[in-house]
């Protein structure tokens, strides 16, 4: 095949399977990926603006900084929002998050692209890792980011992807597993499950020899990111403590794990801490998000089978039982993928004919998340295309009442859904 022909498959992969993602990541392995941002940044489809990190990139400050300069130079009024404030050495980060956020939605009113360049010269900065990854999560949906990086970037690609917020393209082919390039053979094996109460086995035993929770819980962080640093971890698990008390917390913890596992499974290389490459990971996370990418393809014939995978997979909630910040979090993103699965399984039942089974499966999803809006609606809708208008009528009543304990009205297009099945 020509090149330019692969270059052209490329760039109809991003803009497909891209569509409603709301960052792209061009995988390092990508032969073409240079090329790819070379004709994006030419497009005549949408507007495109362009941003190569550089070797000042070592901070958020000094980012938004090198980044409001380029922009400018495309948009005249970006960085309005965040010259207003950047410089007040006191301002907090998420206030020049906010900013930021605020300064792309006013590109432009239409679809548009940014692209981040040589997005791995901001390796070591902790602070721009975080910063991206909030971007992503709130930018608006007309805004979509395209990284091209010559390493991984260490962003929790599986829990972004679990949430549609993210897809890993290698050329044209979708990433559906192995995620951070782990190794799947070797004589140390791991089997992993996080979803429920979190189990380790090594070689077939299950491991129980942690010495308190957080051995365990340092090694599930692990697997969060293709690399972390020792700051992240220590912020993540013992942000009141001052930094060389955290540093030995952290020591002695690690020291534990490998106790537990009795072998070195976190090694240092390069400033940053990963997953042993020696060892083979068997994890159910990204089992389950392989899942939830295959079911989200167009070209996948069984859909069925992916959705019903993400579904049995899902034995619990990310690490059931504890509630530090970044385990909530990673829950929260988790749980999405999970409704989504029995959202679109449900629609899968209901062509079939299947509307009990379909029922059945949307309230798995009240059960999980009772909060989420668009599941009450299907089965109020559900309950009256089956003639129960009564138990409809129940259903919302009882989402109405919980809502007003907590100071909160059903959103209109439940009331729509409910005065409509009524009259």
């Known amino acids: 095949m020509e090149l330019n022909q692969m270059v052209s498959r490329v760039l109809e992969a991003v803009r497909m399977r891209g569509a409603g993602a709301q960052v792209i990541l061009l995988h390092p392995a990508s032969r073409y990926r240079s090329m790819v941002v070379a004709q994006l940044m030419n497009s005549a489809e949408q507007r495109v603006f362009y941003y190569a990190m550089g070797p000042d990139d070592v901070d958020v400050r000094s980012f938004l900084s090198g980044i409001t300069h380029d922009l400018a130079n495309q948009h ?23 900013a930021f956020v605020a300064d792309l939605a006013d590109l432009s009113s239409e679809p548009f692209m940014l692209i981040l360049d040589e997005y791995d010269r ?3 900065a902790d602070d721009i890792q975080w910063f991206i990854e909030q971007t992503i999560l709130r930018v608006p949906s007309r805004c979509q980011i395209v990284i091209n990086s010559r390493t991984l ?6 829990s972004l992807i679990a949430q549609k917020k993210a897809v890993i393209l290698r050329d044209n082919q979708l990433v559906t597993s192995n995620f951070y390039d782990m190794r799947t053979d070797g004589v140390i094996h791991l089997q992993v499950n996080a979803l429920g109460p979190g189990l380790v086995i090594h070689n077939g035993e299950v491991i129980n020899t942690w010495e308190g929770h957080l051995p365990r819980l340092l090694f599930f962080f692990a697997l969060d990111k293709p690399v972390v640093t020792r700051s992240e971890i220590c912020q993540a698990f013992w ?24 072998f070195d499974v976190l090694v240092h290389e390069g400033g940053y801490y990963r997953i ?21 393809a167009p070209e996948t014939e069984d859909k069925a089978s992916a959705w019903q995978q993400a579904i049995d997979l899902y034995k619990g ?6 509630v530090d910040q970044w385990i909530l979090d990673r829950r929260a993103d988790y749980q999405k993928g999970y409704l989504e699965a029995l959202s679109e399984m449900a629609r899968i039942r209901l062509a079939e004919g299947r509307q009990e089974h379909a029922l059945g499966l949307l309230l798995r999803a009240v059960n999980e998340n009772d909060r989420y809006e668009p599941i009450h609606r299907q089965i109020m809708q559900l309950y009256a295309d089956l003639g129960r208008r009564s138990e409809a009528a129940a259903h919302y009543r009882k989402l109405a009442d919980q809502l007003k304990q907590e100071g909160k009205e059903p959103e209109p297009e439940t009331k729509a859904l409910y005065q409509s099945i009524m009259s």
């Open 122 to 124: 901001t390796d070591g």
């Open 276 to 296: 042993n490459p020696e060892v083979s990971v068997e994890y159910d996370i990204a089992e389950f998000v392989g899942a939830l990418v295959r079911g989200r």
């Open 153 to 158: 970037p260490r962003l929790p690609w599986i």
């Open 76 to 98: 005249p009024t970006f960085g309005r929002h965040v010259n207003l404030i950047q410089f007040d050495p006191e301002q907090k980060l998420v206030d020049l998050l906010d």
């Open 317 to 322: 909630p990310f690490l059931q039982g504890h």
């Open 239 to 262: 942000p009141d403590l001052a930094s060389d008390q955290a540093v030995n917390v952290f020591h002695v913890t690690k020291r534990r794990l490998h106790k537990a596992l009795n």
